[in-house]
């Protein structure tokens, strides 16, 4: 089976476009380019003006509007001044962030000051974390005796009256209950008594 070719990747194209522009030192039209960038460098047609944006979007590549029409131009001079200046950039930005790493390592070794392992220290620790157990003991605790908090105390006596008061109203109707089953057992019999007689 035979491989596919693998297609050049962005900046593979954007380089070879640029090639065309310092090879030639001329001036051309996006249709030019769409003609020339496949045949010489491999670059698709349909991918031409993304590359040819991107390269005029970062100033490598020089536009201008002539009437109707955009031309488009690099000359070699240009991407070296270019590339200085991206190189200036990059410099000051290195140096910049040589400044901070070094500012940064001082501060670091100034906060080591005094904090060196010492007996006092390693006894300082050891209380911290024994004074840290007693505190989550001490929470277990006040959770255990949280029953006898007076808010809680209170709610239990408020559900106490609630049950209460609903079983009096229970008690209350139960003589109610009593008769209306009464009576209904009394006619269920009576009826099934003459019933029977008349059988």
């Known amino acids: 089976m035979p491989s596919k070719k693998k297609g050049l990747s962005a900046e593979e194209k954007r380089a070879r476009m640029m090639e065309i522009f310092f090879e030639t030192k001329d ?21 031409v003006k993304e590359v040819l944006q991107s390269l005029v979007d970062d100033g490598m590549v020089d536009c201008e509007r002539i009437g109707t029409s955009n031309y488009y131009w690099a000359f070699p001079s240009k991407a070296l001044h270019a590339r200085k200046r991206k190189l200036e950039v990059l410099e000051s930005q290195l140096s910049e962030g040589n400044q901070k790493h070094a500012s940064l390592q001082k501060s670091i ?91």
């Open 27 to 47: 001036v051309f039209q996006l249709k030019d380019m769409e003609k020339i960038a496949p045949k010489e460098k491999g670059i698709t047609a349909m991918s």
């Open 109 to 199: 070794e100034k906060a080591k000051i005094g904090r060196h392992e010492t007996e006092e220290r390693t006894m300082l620790a050891k209380e911290l974390s024994s004074l840290r157990d007693q505190r989550e003991q001490l929470k277990t605790e006040v959770e255990k005796y949280k029953e006898c908090d007076p808010q809680v105390v209170e709610e239990i006596r408020q559900a106490n009256k609630v049950a209460k008061e609903a079983a009096n109203r229970w008690t209350a109707s139960l003589p109610g209950v009593e008769s209306i089953t009464r009576n209904h057992f009394l006619c269920s019999s009576m009826r099934s008594n003459s019933s029977s007689l008349q059988i």
